[in-house]
């Protein structure tokens, strides 16, 4: 039965969601400020990922009273609740869920259809919103339509499937402005099928509560992938036969659910080629029995990385009888004997598992060798294979280099993409927080997906991830820069005056380098710019405009540590940054100081200059003893700050460049 547009009969409410109930993450964004609230006319608002396609349809709808949300069953108790809560927070006195065949249009109210595509009722709402009904929609795209009308207006969404409806609710939740939801029509779906993060770091795993947060986040920016892969969980990796202790277990189990709960796949991988034997059933056996554990907990993703293993020798005497000489050939052979077995014995009898995914021991070239050799033509078609691209850390990922990647691997490549992961030598005392970048539109065509290595600071790390979920969901739409501010504004719950501070200090820590330590992202493009106007003002004698136009941008990082605190919602994201806050101040302290000493010397008042030269020096030397939370980044250091930049203007400056 189809939707009663009109109809005004009374809803029999089967579920009422009560005015105030929150129904957001820890992740969420705090709501934004009402203020005036709304968009201009004809303003699209920013959806993030960027959707396929966005058209205006027409004035921006009116939120209040009770309002009907008729849904069917492919609606996820999630995605109903989110949608509920973006009602409410555009206005909704009240919400009342009801089965969509029983929705009654009530003259002068808003009615809000959400289902799959193809459901009688879910395409003529999307058509009575002035939406279309896309004929073929790919898996976890959606349809979204919203409109105002006098009689009440209707926003319908339609679904491929139980992800593209929560897909749709978070788009939603994006339309609101102030106490208004803008109205548009939206096809929207991913171009990657695989979007997320692999928490495969070296040095201190995730905290529990850390990655209940990122999980939660990840649904906000349709991210559906999360690969458990920390180096230094024991029962991850060197001891991988062990089972889980029970309190470990629980905890795991607690992370499927709330991946489900985001519409996430909690990808349970291990890392047993540190001691393998290939030819012991026992160790097979053993590696099974694990997953059967992840997969009694509801786990349905799994992966087996065998990254970062020796193949120049084997770990018992069975695999050189059964293999041979150790060589890099004798190794693809015990491991593509490994994992097809893993494959048709653990993942093709299990219910609702998704294809199993890999990392190959060379995961950071395209070079045809014997190893690959094997793999390509031997591993089971179905298995993803993950790749970083032309090094461990490239400085950049083209479709051409993909091109050749799933040449080799006789397949598209999965793309494990060391940024921003913070565990080797060169990133020593950084946080790598620049806009995810130098990866070329159209990758889509020849991957299957993309998942960043973060840091060990975890939501400090959402800066990056936000890009990377945006990219991999529509490559081709990518705008870094624009991304990196939106991730800023998602921080910042779209408070102005923080995105500011936080974009200033993100342009501190924006380096990036590769494993080599080439910056594959410069050190503080902003301030380089700046500091290089001023620069070239003082020499062409103007030193009063020189010293006024970077002034501000002195006060305003002076003033982030304290707009970052009262600004940023996210308690892990200020635990993640506490030593760079403290750096921070007692840098642009000494930007301020040497700001000073500049103006005193311009006033003729060398005394008070010099003066003003030495607090500048004394903060910069207090600056240097500002080290990493010992233990929690493998590589631990003095905290950096703009260097090559900050600290070169600095101590040039009491007597500026001659
Ligand atoms: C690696 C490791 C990864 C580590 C990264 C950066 C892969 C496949 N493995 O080689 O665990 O975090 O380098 O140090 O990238």
């Avoid at 008729?70 to 609740?81: F, H, I, K, L, N």
């Avoid at 002035?130 to 409109?147: H, I, R, T």
């Avoid at 850390?210 to 991850?236: C, I, S």
Wanted: one cysteine or more; charged letters at 20%.
């Amino acid at each position: 039965m189809s939707v009663v547009i009109g109809g005004g009969g009374v809803a029999s409410s089967s579920d009422v969601l009560p005015t105030g109930t929150s129904m957001s993450t820890s992740a969420d964004p705090p709501a934004p400020a009402p203020a005036s609230g709304g968009l201009a006319e004809g303003e699209l608002p920013r959806v993030v990922p960027t959707p396929q396609h966005m058209v205006g349809n027409g004035p921006a709808l009116t939120v209040r009273g009770r309002i009907q949300l008729g849904v069917t069953a492919e609606v996820s108790d999630p995605a109903r609740e989110l949608v509920g809560s973006v009602l409410e927070e555009a206005g909704a006195g009240r919400v009342d869920v009801v089965d969509i065949d029983d929705v009654r249009r009530r003259p002068g109210q808003l009615t809000v259809i959400a289902g799959t595509v193809g459901h009688p009722a879910v395409d003529d709402a999307l058509r009575a919103a002035g939406g279309e009904v896309p004929a073929d929609l790919p898996a976890e795209g959606y349809a979204l339509a919203s409109k105002a009308a006098r009689d009440g207006g209707v926003v319908a969404i339609g679904g491929a499937d139980p992800d593209g409806i929560y897909y749709a609710a978070q788009t939603l939740r994006q339309l609101v402005a102030g106490r208004a939801l803008a109205a548009v029509s939206i096809t929207d779906f991913p171009l990657m099928q695989l979007r997320g993060s692999i928490e495969g770091f070296y040095g201190q795993p995730w905290s529990h509560e850390e990655r209940l947060d990122q999980l939660a986040f990840y649904g906000d920016v349709k991210a559906n992938t999360y690969v458990y892969a920390p180096k230094d969980d024991p029962y991850h990796r060197d001891q991988w036969r062990e089972p889980y202790p029970a309190d470990l277990e629980a905890q795991l189990g607690e992370l499927v659910q709330q991946a489900i709960d985001h519409h996430v796949r909690f990808t349970f991988a291990m890392s047993p080629g540190v001691s393998i034997c290939y030819s012991d059933p026992g160790d097979l056996d053993a590696l099974l029995d694990k997953l059967q554990a992840m997969y009694d907990l509801g786990a349905r993703s799994f992966s087996i990385a065998l990254d970062d293993i020796t193949y120049d020798e084997w770990n018992c005497p069975g695999d050189e009888d059964a293999y041979g000489e150790p060589s890099p050939g004798a190794a693809g052979q015990a491991q593509v004997d490994l994992l097809n077995v893993v494959k048709r014995d653990f993942i093709d009898g299990r219910e609702g598992t998704h294809p199993m995914q890999f990392v190959p021991t060379e995961y950071d070239n395209v070079a045809e060798t014997p190893y690959k050799r094997i793999i390509r033509e031997q591993l089971d078609e179905s298995v993803e294979v993950m790749w970083t691209g032309t090094d461990v850390v490239p400085p950049s990922i083209s479709v051409d280099e993909a091109a050749e990647a799933a040449e080799v691997w006789g397949r598209p490549v999965f793309i494990w993409d060391n940024y921003p992961v913070n565990d080797y030598w060169w990133t020593t005392g950084r946080l790598l927080m620049g806009p995810y970048s130098k990866r070329e539109a159209g990758l889509h065509t020849q991957v299957s997906g993309i998942l960043l290595n973060p840091m060990n600071q975890a939501s400090a790390s959402k800066v990056a991830l936000f890009g990377g979920a945006d990219f991999s969901w529509n490559d081709v739409g990518y705008e870094p820069y624009r991304t990196w501010e939106a991730a800023a504004d998602y921080l910042s719950g779209d408070d102005t005056r923080t995105t500011q501070a936080l974009l200033a200090f993100f342009d501190l820590q924006h380096l990036a380098p590769t494993f080599w330590g080439d910056a594959w992202l410069p050190v503080a493009p902003e301030l380089d710019r700046r500091l290089e106007r001023f620069d070239a003002s003082w020499a062409a004698g103007e030193h009063q405009a020189a010293l006024d136009e970077l002034r501000p941008y002195a006060e305003l990082l002076a003033g982030a540590p304290e707009l970052i605190a009262a600004g940023v919602a996210d308690p892990i994201f200020h635990e993640d940054i506490g030593p760079w806050m403290e750096s921070l101040a007692l840098w642009s302290a000494a930007l301020l100081a040497t700001l000073d000493g500049l103006q005193a010397r311009v006033d003729g008042d060398e005394d008070a200059a010099n003066q003003r030269f030495a607090d500048a020096a004394e903060l910069i030397e207090a600056a240097g003893e500002v080290e990493t939370v010992p233990g929690k980044t493998r590589p631990e250091g003095v905290v950096k700050m703009g260097d090559g930049v900050l600290d070169v203007f600095l101590t040039a400056a009491p007597g500026l460049r001659p």
